[in-house]
């Protein structure tokens, strides 16, 4: 019983370091530029005819099942799509294309992939988990957009800094985390694996670089079965597909504000554990996130008017120094102007002149002193 004991235990740890080295080698077999896009790295081997297949379908079977594709899915039936797989007008869809580019703002900036083989795959998994759980049953823009929305989040100071950071914010808590997904149960359900691997197509292409034009800086979404508080407070942009996208007002939603560079560094793509204290609601809320980078970013402006100010002063400051001063007489003198060089000497303005090899005052050479006279009186 004991040598049975230890062989099982010993089973265990290799299939534990098989799947650990699975893990390492997988990701390290990447490199940059196997998709032609700036920070790309290849499909893993089997992934692409996979996600190739899986693209031709529209839906998940409703035993798929998820916290977004649930909507969709009534008495069994899925809502019907339209070759372009965005709902009717009637649900008040628009396609990308008549979204107006002044509503946009400002394009999204490229994600550049950065950071270890583990942290890549994290990044993946996680964006690969936001874009199934949230629209699992969406068309390939309505999927592109929910990335995108990670992705423009993980580039603004006022999120986490990472892919699996952004979508598991706040999935400690039972209600309130920033995706339903991470907190409902819907992680429970079993996902459908081609359309697991359609989204995971699309969660590779956006973190290759690949950026979705239509929602543009935009940092919020919600379907359109609902309409949170916070909704009339940021910019609308456009609806696609079952998603109403919005961007920040003012500073916090400029194009400048989407300024962090992402470095990896990828937590566990699984939600927190509900032991773990959660985050204070200005963490998290739009309206309170705004107002906080409206501050930061005013006291941010002013020390940057500020320094430059002091810099145009000593600027000045130096020019006035090299500059050539004349002489100002002391306070109760009179100022006199020289009429000679031997004044301007006196005065120390100039050095003394070098006389030593001029001949005495009163000394003339005798062969030279009649000079001058008349050599005979003139009748």
Same mark, same amino acid.
């Given at each position: ?13 290799? #299939?534990? +370091?098989?799947? &650990? !080295?699975? /893990?390492?080698?997988?990701? =390290? ?8 896009? *700036? ?82 795959? #994290?990044? +993946?998994?996680? &964006? !690969?988990? /936001?874009?199934?759980?949230? =629209? ?8 592109? *957009? ?87 407070? &940021? ?6 597909? =079952? ?8 500073? *916090? ?127």
């Amino acid at each position: 019983m004991a040598g049975a004991g230890l062989r099982r235990a010993a089973a265990q740890r290799r #299939r534990r +370091l098989i799947a &650990l !080295s699975a /893990a390492i080698a997988l990701p =390290a077999l990447t490199a940059p530029g196997g998709l032609g896009v *700036a920070g790309a790295w290849p499909l893993w081997k089997g992934e692409s005819a996979v996600a190739d297949a899986a693209a031709s379908r529209s839906a998940e079977t409703p035993e798929a099942g998820s916290s977004a594709s649930a909507l969709y899915y009534l008495a069994g039936k899925a809502l019907p799509t339209s070759g372009s797989g965005l709902l009717p007008a009637g649900n008040h869809m628009v396609a990308p294309s008549e979204i107006a580019t002044s509503r946009i703002a400002g394009s999204a900036p490229e994600f550049r992939i950065a950071g270890s083989g583990i942290d890549k795959a #994290r990044a +993946l998994q996680c &964006l !690969s988990m /936001a874009v199934y759980y949230e =629209a699992a049953s969406e068309s390939a823009d309505g999927q592109r *957009a929910v990335a995108q929305v990670v992705l423009n989040r993980v580039a603004h100071p006022s999120y986490p800094a990472s892919v699996c950071g952004v979508v598991f914010q706040g999935s400690e808590r039972q209600t309130g985390c920033q995706f339903s997904f991470t907190c409902d149960g819907a992680l429970a359900r079993r996902p459908s694996p081609a359309t697991f691997a359609r989204a995971r197509q699309v969660a590779h292409a956006a973190l290759s670089g690949e950026t979705y034009a239509p929602v543009g800086l935009a940092t919020h979404y919600h379907t359109i079965w609902i309409a949170p508080y916070w909704a009339p407070s &940021l910019h609308g942009i456009g609806t696609i597909g =079952a998603h109403k996208f919005y961007r920040w007002r003012g500073a *916090a939603g400029m194009k400048s504000a989407f300024s962090m560079r992402y470095r990896g560094g990828e937590p566990l793509p699984a939600p927190h554990p509900r032991s773990m204290a959660p985050e204070p609601a200005s963490a998290t809320d739009p309206i309170l996130l705004a107002r906080e980078y409206e501050r930061i970013f005013a006291e941010a402006k002013r020390k940057a008017q500020q320094e430059a100010s002091r810099e145009t002063e000593q600027a000045s400051a130096e020019r006035r120094d090299i500059m050539p001063r004349a002489a100002t007489p002391s306070t109760g003198q009179q100022q006199v102007t020289p009429t000679s060089r031997a004044e301007v000497e006196a005065m120390g303005t100039i050095p003394p002149a070098d006389r030593s090899n001029l001949p005495a005052s009163g000394q003339v050479r005798p062969e030279y002193r009649n000079s001058g006279r008349w050599i005979a009186q003139p009748d």
